[in-house]
């Protein structure tokens, strides 16, 4: 029984409360009540914090999008983990093309260019897949996951204190305006005072008596320095908080570079990738160029008889290729060595290959054992693998 009547008056309490900080915030939007401004400097911190929480969000919600561009995708995603369950596996958009790149070459026959050409293509595609892959996870783990603690665990914590301080600041109000009315009845009850009521007017006699109670009711200093209390002690706690963005702004800082060097390495990959790729593809294109011109000139006869030029040109060029593969050829079957000019730059893969710069000039020579599209270079004490595609021998 004495539970019972606790419980409903606490609640009795707390629906006057909330009735007050209802009162108070309705007239406050009206113009009829005085309201408690937070100083500048807690000001600036609500509003930095609200913009930190703003800014994160987009963000955030970008770098998904950046490394899930399917909608479908990143909502199954966010489903699986809020059931706190593994996404399944699938393959990703590079490595479902490198899969049908593959498949392809191999209908198509590994033997021929094409084909050949396909499947290097498709392995380098599931590469860059995998790397894409490794790129997403490291973002999710050192960028996202921060950045989603920082709006699901820090920012809500300082929502909290801050509803906390606003109506600690509701209350300290109503209080102060419970003062003032109180103040002023009791100046009216002075007023009365001053005239005592004749001993045969009843009626005035009972107003005299009611407007003392409602004067000895409403002294509410004791209320009001309570209420300032409070209100000065949420003030800190939430203060205390919002000093902390500091902080996260700094966490967030190291997070963007870790996400910065995963990026850097992706790219970095895919295009070591890209350049091998180019590199392998790069020893077979005199024959099928030789043979697209081929296809070229008896396909459309009439541009030959036209053009004299454009097939002396194609003549040349077939010329000088089949000219430079021969030499090529001649170096790698016999022990010498030979001066070769760089065409193109040239990035090692690893430390068994030679950086090359173009234009330079390298010695070059072939070793039993050696790939057919590769020959030894040395410049100066430097010495490695060099691709033949990358280079052209000088007499």
Not at 103 to 130: C, H, M, V, W
Not at 164 to 173: P, V
Not at 211 to 217: A, I, M, S, T
């Amino acid at each position: 029984m004495n539970i019972m009547d606790f419980n409903v008056k606490k609640l009795a309490a707390d629906a006057g409360t909330f009735l007050s900080r209802a009162v108070q915030f309705t007239e406050e939007k009206l113009g009829q009540a005085e309201k408690t401004e937070f100083d500048a400097h807690l000001e600036n911190l609500l509003s930095k914090a609200e913009c930190t929480k703003l800014w994160t969000e987009k963000i955030m919600r970008q770098t998904e999008v950046l490394l899930q561009p399917n909608p479908n995708a990143r909502i199954e995603e966010f489903v699986y983990e809020k059931l706190d369950r593994k996404a399944p596996s699938r393959m990703n958009n590079p490595e479902l093309l490198g899969q049908y790149m593959v498949d392809s070459g191999n209908e198509f026959g590994p033997g021929t260019a094409y084909g050949n050409a396909l499947i290097k293509s498709g392995e380098t595609q599931k590469r860059i897949g995998a790397a894409d892959r490794e790129l997403i996870q490291t973002a999710a783990i050192n960028f996202l996951t921060p950045l989603r603690n920082f709006i699901e665990g820090d920012y809500k914590t300082i929502t909290k204190e801050r509803k906390l301080l606003q109506n600690k600041r509701l209350d300290l109000d109503a209080a102060k305006t419970r003062l003032k009315k109180a103040k002023a009845a009791e100046a009216r009850a002075a007023q009365l005072n001053l005239s005592p009521p004749e001993e045969n007017n009843v009626m005035v006699n009972v107003s005299y008596m009611l407007n003392l109670l409602h004067v000895k009711w409403l002294k509410s200093e004791q209320e009001v320095r309570i209420a300032q209390s409070e209100f000065d002690r949420q003030a800190e706690i939430t203060r205390l908080l919002l000093e902390g963005i500091s902080s996260t702004h700094a966490h967030h800082l190291r997070c963007l570079n870790d996400f910065v060097e995963a990026q850097m390495t992706y790219y970095a990959q895919c295009y070591q990738y890209m350049l091998d790729l180019q590199k392998q593809l790069g020893s077979f294109p005199s024959t099928v160029l030789a043979n697209h011109n081929q296809s070229s000139s008896t396909c459309v006869p009439s541009s030959s008889s036209t053009t004299p030029s454009a097939s002396v040109t194609a003549s040349l060029s077939s010329i000088s290729n089949s000219a430079a593969s021969s030499t090529f050829v001649e170096l790698k079957s016999s022990s010498g060595s030979r001066k070769a000019r760089v065409l193109y730059d040239y990035d090692a893969a690893n430390s068994s290959e030679l950086s090359l710069l173009a234009d330079e000039v390298i010695t070059v020579y072939s070793i039993p054992g050696m790939d057919s599209d590769w020959l030894m270079g040395e410049r100066g004490n430097q010495k490695g693998k060099v691709p033949i595609t990358y280079l052209e021998l000088l007499n």
